[in-house]
């Protein structure tokens, strides 16, 4: 069994006390960029510095009555700052707030699965290395086409996640945008500067154009790709458990000491991980289209979003973290069974091996209609069970005219469907580096895992703290 997951960096990233540390760093910052610019006096962002304190229960207490998380979070600022206070918030609107501070969340969440996309990588490369060779029949509609290896399905997945990694990087980027343009985004009662200098301690960066709001089509962009990852995550999980059946039973989850499978069968043992990331790719998903709705908005901004935010945002990225990690431990403890591959590999008798037939009589001057309907009747003959194929076929006169039985023969070996893996394995692996920090990092992260954007700036503190 998978051991219980309890998200604690994700988890912190979207931390009721954590959002109001960003938004209290937002507005000492625009305090800052006053003073550079002799709007406010000297001193008055280090002094709110050391008297502020965010205590989330007070913020709550004054909500009730004013109805606005903003309102109420200025105002519990207001009681130990002191005549101070009226700095704060000094020509932005709650929206400067909120956006940028959600910027930061976003931003510092992408960064976590983007750490989870390469441990994922890491795992899929070091299997798929692992089974490069270990032979498998191809399946296609379900039922058996032509010989793949293990290694080479998994190769196939690791380029698909390492597409998903660059959609996250690109989206992140994205994403990682602040505003501090005033009610209608016109920066009618602060400058353009004020917000640049916010944004660069943030790092984010400004939004070229937003009105009273970031625009929402970015956040739809960025739940689409959580959604795009979940979808391929879930076509993971279906392919291990339908390697599962015990039809199939080609692979299987790790299943621990103790383990139960079922309350009242005790043999079972179900492919329950995966079934568990089947069903949480589906919420993943649906919250990309509320993502989508929320795009168009009236006017310059209206609050239809916000309540829509509040629960997909944490929800996805919370998912998608969690299913990253399980899918990561799933592959990592993956029972395979390469006997088991090679007995289904040759269940149908060597049908498998039609179209290497067909090509080869091909190349040896047979005309292809014909060549297809000859080998095509005898697979026909062998799917009823009349005899193995290959005997069939080194008995009818059109295929032994132009393939001899040392042909034949060679037309049933499954290591040549392999024989450009290492091209494969070059194309996919030939750059398999590249960890998913570097350009783009908020400020003060430090490279570090899940690390808050902006620690640099201002520390929040809690009740008593």
Excluded at 119 to 132: D, F, P, Y
Excluded at 270 to 287: D, Q, T, W, Y
Aim: proline fraction near 3%; charged fraction near 25%.
């Amino acid at each position: 069994m998978i051991e219980r997951y309890t998200l604690p960096q994700m988890q912190s990233v979207w931390d009721l006390g954590h959002k109001y540390e960003i938004w209290l760093q937002v507005e000492l910052l625009a305090c800052e960029a006053l003073e550079r610019s002799g709007k406010i006096p000297r001193g008055v962002a280090a002094r709110i510095r050391r008297h502020a304190r965010i205590d989330p229960e007070r913020i709550a207490a004054i909500e009730k009555v004013v109805k606005h998380d903003v309102v109420a979070f200025l105002e519990s600022l207001a009681e130990p700052i002191g005549v101070d206070a009226r700095y704060l918030h000094v020509g932005l609107t709650s929206s400067d707030i909120v956006d940028s501070s959600l910027a930061v969340q976003m931003a510092e969440a992408a960064d976590i699965i983007l750490g989870d996309i390469d441990a994922l990588l890491e795992v899929l490369k070091r299997r798929a290395h692992e089974h490069r060779e270990t032979i498998m029949v191809g399946r296609s509609h379900g039922v058996h086409g032509e010989p793949v290896s293990f290694g080479f399905k998994l190769a196939i997945w690791y380029e698909e996640v390492r597409r998903h990694r660059d959609r996250l990087r690109a989206v992140r980027q994205d994403i990682a945008v602040g505003k501090l343009s005033g009610a209608m985004g016109t920066f009618a009662h602060l400058g353009p500067e004020v917000e640049e200098f916010v944004c660069a301690r943030l790092g984010l960066k400004p939004d070229p154009i937003s009105s009273q709001i970031v625009q929402r089509d970015r956040h739809a962009a960025y739940l689409s790709a959580l959604a795009l990852l979940a979808a391929s995550i879930e076509k993971f999980a279906t392919e291990v458990r339908h390697l599962q059946r015990t039809e199939v039973l080609e692979a299987e989850e790790y299943f621990s000491p103790g383990q139960k499978g079922s309350s009242a069968m005790p043999h079972k043992r179900n492919p329950i991980a995966a079934e568990n990331l089947c069903g949480l790719a589906r919420i993943v998903r649906a919250n990309s289209m509320a993502a989508l709705e929320d795009v168009a908005l009236w006017h310059e901004r209206d609050i239809s979003h916000s309540s829509v935010e509040r629960v997909i945002l944490p929800d996805s990225t919370i998912l998608v973290d969690f299913m990253l990690v399980r899918l990561t431990e799933i592959l990592k403890t993956l029972l395979v069974y390469p006997a088991r591959m090679k007995q289904n590999l040759e269940l149908t008798g060597g049908l498998i091996y039609s179209q290497r037939l067909l090509v080869a009589l091909v190349e040896q001057g047979a005309q292809r209609t014909a060549a297809y309907e000859a080998v095509q009747r005898n697979a026909m003959e062998a799917w009823k069970g009349g005899a193995e194929f290959q005997e069939l076929v080194a008995k009818d006169p059109l295929i032994s005219r132009y393939l001899n039985a040392s042909q034949i023969e060679a037309c049933f070996d499954p290591k040549y469907y392999l024989r450009h893996l290492s091209q494969i394995y070059a194309r996919v692996f030939a750059d398999a580096s590249g960890a998913s920090g570097g350009k783009g990092r908020p400020a003060g992260e430090g490279g570090r895992r899940g690390g808050r954007a902006g620690r640099s700036g201002v520390k929040g503190r809690r009740k008593g703290g």
